[in-house]
């Protein structure tokens, strides 16, 4: 007190004189000074991602001065989570069980990734292998099985998503991120209406957490040790105050998974886990994961992270495993500091935070240039086109690789850019669903996606039906079906055109049973909602013309996507889909649980 008073007395004493300026504080919600800007002081330069790599060339990184000052002024799309948005109450659920529950990847015929798994443009995911194949003639890439899942539940008004990455090869991790995806999708479901506040979603995202790593734990097979996985979950929900934001995204984040909260209105995009690999001791280090690490059967949770971000319906939020986020990386890209005006080296002692830093504002800009359009992205795009560049970004190591069999990639990625692994985007839109639909997303439901993701349901006339898009055309093409009788289960008829997918259905007390044919050599997909079930095939590759060759009739049909919609009695309804196994035969059999209303 005594000093402060004789700070007081000596500033009255001078009068008029200017008080010397203390410098600016950051911002407490990006609370670093950038040690790199003195060395941006070149308006702006742009840098080429590649000279020699054809895909990468195409991209080129606008970095400006003024993106570093924008991180320290302030940044709208993102709020820790403190004590007050804890308080926050949000909205009650508008029901008890979810609409739809995706999840992923589902098992594929011989070595064909997964295609875009969507519903309504409202959710999209995908999770592929950007691994060689061991050889031309397997049918087996290296790191199989897939050890990313992926798993999301629509409600009305909220939703939960859920991304896991099995850390190493092997069916241990494939069954510690299974594990988790799951444990976390029920503990939510069963305790979602006890959620009354941001606080509460943030503590029973941590005991989902805590029950999903006692669930990897426990061993089912004594010679076989549990895997370990990092994890990613948050809920997203309206809330009731008198501020800005309407919603808010709470997640929960141990390990190296990220998430990324686009709003096309503004044509903003904000990485809302910039932290979460500040701490790695080194490159490969993901920072934390559940399953047991230590001798006693513990966790590594390092890193073990919640956070609360305030959101508007219309708003994207995308989480992904470090096979999408790593190939943006700069390091990972063959890109040296000192081409983007840097003073250090990624692998300089101490700097691990100022690279993580800058990274994430490098990864910001190249999505840019990668998703075009900001204000038209839908999920589906989102993840359309970062997994793309994951597996365009990797392609000169798939090539050398099978170009020279049994030696090791050269760790140069300079000549080898990217990280192949497996790669996994999960892409939600922010609103209240009504009648199947967002408000917000009603403007681009309405359009599929290029990449063969299955047609909205606004396209698909009233009624049970079985369609085809372009075959719709053929004057050989049969007229629709009419809607299906109560009571009857679907309609199955027999002679429907031109639809190549074959359906034989079951029924028990409390279980339909889908037995499915398609042809070879296709990605089928099964998306299910309370009264309904989309029934998708695509073709691996199209017919690729020859000179002087055009298609007779106007119609390419190989390559197309069919669909084949089937519509239930509004006194039955499914949820919780499983992919049981496919045969032999070729025969993929899907069950869902049943439910059997009153008339």
């Given at each position: 007190?005594?000093?402060?008073?004789t700070r007081?007395?000596?500033e009255?004493?001078k009068?008029?004189?200017e008080?010397?300026?203390?410098?600016?504080?950051?911002?407490?919600?990006?609370?670093?000074r950038n040690?790199?800007?003195p060395n941006?002081?070149?308006?702006?330069?742009?840098?080429?991602?590649?000279?020699?790599?054809?895909y990468?060339?195409?991209?080129?990184?606008?970095?400006?001065?003024?993106?570093?000052?924008?991180?320290?002024?302030t940044?709208?799309?993102?709020?820790?989570?403190e004590?007050?948005?804890k308080?926050?109450?949000i909205?009650?659920?508008s029901d008890?069980n979810?609409?739809?529950?995706?999840?992923?990847?589902?098992?594929?015929p011989?070595?064909?990734n997964?295609?875009?798994h969507?519903?309504?443009?409202?959710?999209?995911?995908q999770?592929i292998?950007?691994?060689?194949?061991r050889n031309?003639n397997?049918?087996?890439?290296?790191g199989d099985?897939i050890?990313?899942?992926?798993?999301?539940c629509?409600?009305?008004?909220?939703?939960?998503?859920?991304v896991a990455d099995?850390?190493?090869w092997?069916?241990?991790?494939?069954?510690a991120?299974e594990?988790?995806?799951?444990?976390?999708?029920n503990?939510?479901?069963e305790?979602?209406?006890?959620?009354t506040?941001?606080?509460?979603?943030?503590?029973?995202?941590?005991?989902?957490?805590?029950?999903a790593h006692?669930?990897?734990?426990?061993?089912?097979?004594p010679?076989?040790?549990?895997?370990t996985t990092?994890l990613?979950?948050?809920?997203?929900?309206?809330i009731v105050?008198d501020?800005?934001s309407?919603?808010?995204?709470v997640?929960?984040s141990v390990?190296d998974?990220?998430?990324?909260?686009?709003?096309?209105?503004?044509n903003?995009?904000s990485?809302?886990?910039d932290?979460?690999?500040?701490?790695?001791?080194?490159?490969?280090?993901c920072?934390?994961?559940?399953?047991p690490?230590?001798?006693?059967?513990?966790?590594?949770?390092?890193?073990?992270?919640t956070?609360?971000?305030?959101?508007?319906?219309?708003d994207?939020i995308?989480?992904?495993?470090?096979?999408?986020h790593?190939?943006?990386?700069?390091?990972i890209l063959?890109?040296?500091?000192?081409?983007?005006?840097?003073?250090?080296?990624w692998?300089d002692?101490g700097?691990?935070?100022?690279?993580?830093?800058?990274s994430?504002?490098?990864r910001?800009?190249?999505?840019?240039?990668?998703?075009?359009?900001?204000?038209?992205?839908?999920?589906?795009?989102?993840?359309?086109?970062?997994v793309n560049?994951?597996?365009?970004?990797?392609?000169?190591s798939?090539?050398?690789?099978g170009q020279?069999p049994?030696k090791?990639?050269?760790?140069d990625?300079?000549r080898?850019?990217?990280?192949?692994?497996?790669?996994?985007?999960?892409?939600?839109?922010?609103?209240t669903?009504?009648?199947?639909?967002?408000a917000?997303?009603?403007?681009s439901?309405?359009?599929s996606?290029s990449?063969g993701s299955?047609?909205?349901a606004?396209?698909v006339?009233?009624?049970?039906?079985?369609?085809?898009?372009?075959?719709?055309q053929?004057?050989?093409?049969?007229?629709l079906?009419?809607?299906?009788p109560?009571?009857?289960?679907?309609v199955?008829?027999p002679d429907?055109g031109f639809?190549?997918?074959?359906?034989?259905?079951?029924?028990?007390?409390?279980?339909?049973?889908?037995y499915c044919?398609?042809?070879?050599?296709?990605k089928?997909?099964?998306?299910?909602?309370a009264h309904?079930?989309?029934?998708?095939?695509?073709?691996?590759?199209?017919v690729q013309?020859?000179?002087?060759?055009?298609?007779f009739?106007?119609?390419?049909?190989i390559?197309q996507?069919?669909?084949?919609?089937?519509?239930?009695?509004?006194?039955m309804?499914?949820?919780n889909?499983?992919?049981?196994n496919?045969h032999d035969?070729?025969?993929?059999?899907?069950?869902f649980?049943?439910?059997i209303?009153?008339?």
């Open positions: 007190p005594k000093e402060s008073k007081n007395a000596k009255k004493q009068g008029g004189e008080k010397e300026k203390e410098p600016p504080k950051p911002h407490p919600l990006f609370p670093f040690p790199f800007l941006m002081s070149r308006p702006p330069f742009t840098i080429p991602m590649s000279e020699s790599d054809p990468l060339a195409t991209l080129k990184v606008k970095l400006e001065p003024h993106h570093y000052a924008q991180l320290e002024k940044d709208l799309l993102r709020q820790v989570t004590n007050s948005l308080g926050l109450r909205a009650a659920p008890t979810p609409i739809i529950t995706i999840k992923g990847p589902e098992p594929q011989r070595n064909a997964e295609p875009i969507s519903y309504d443009d409202l959710v999209s995911a999770t292998s950007t691994y060689p194949l031309e397997d049918t087996v890439r290296e099985p050890c990313d899942r992926y798993g999301y629509l409600f009305s008004n909220r939703s939960f998503a859920v099995g850390c190493n092997g069916e241990g991790p494939k069954r991120a594990t988790a995806v799951n444990t976390i999708l503990f939510l479901h305790k979602h209406l006890k959620i506040t941001v606080g509460d979603a943030t503590s029973y995202l941590l005991r989902g957490f805590y029950r006692k669930k990897i734990c426990e061993q089912t097979d010679n076989d040790s549990p895997g990092t990613i979950a948050g809920i997203s929900f309206p105050t501020i800005n309407d919603w808010v995204f997640y929960a390990g998974c990220k998430a990324f909260l686009v709003r096309p209105s503004t903003e995009i990485d809302i886990t932290q979460n690999r500040v701490g790695q001791q080194h490159h490969a280090d920072g934390g994961r559940l399953g690490i230590s001798a006693t059967g513990e966790p590594d949770v390092r890193n073990l992270t956070r609360a971000v305030l959101c508007q319906p219309g994207l995308f989480l992904v495993s470090d096979g999408v790593d190939n943006l990386h700069p390091r063959g890109l040296k500091p000192q081409s983007l005006g840097l003073n250090f080296e692998a002692p700097k691990g935070e100022d690279v993580e830093r800058f994430t504002t490098f910001v800009e190249l999505m840019r240039q990668i998703f075009g359009n900001i204000g038209a992205l839908t999920p589906s795009t989102v993840v359309k086109k970062l560049h994951g597996s365009l970004t990797t392609q000169s798939r090539d050398w690789m020279n049994g090791r990639l050269p760790r990625y300079e080898f850019p990217g990280k192949m692994d497996h790669t996994t985007c999960l892409c939600f839109s922010i609103g669903v009504q009648d199947g639909h967002s917000a997303a009603a403007s439901s309405s359009s996606s990449s299955p047609s909205s606004a396209q006339p009233p009624g049970g039906h079985d369609t085809y898009k372009s075959l719709a053929l004057s050989l093409s049969k007229p079906p009419s809607t299906p109560v009571g009857q289960p679907f199955a008829q429907t639809v190549p997918i074959a359906i034989t259905a079951t029924l028990n007390a409390n279980k339909l049973t889908l044919k398609t042809v070879t050599h296709t089928f997909q099964c998306v299910g909602t309904k079930i989309q029934l998708m095939t695509t073709g691996i590759q199209p013309l020859r000179p002087n060759e055009e298609v009739g106007g119609i390419n049909e390559g996507t069919y669909n084949r919609i089937i519509q239930l009695p509004q006194h309804r499914i949820r889909k499983d992919f049981i496919v035969n070729g025969t993929i059999v899907i069950q649980d049943l439910e209303l009153p008339h």
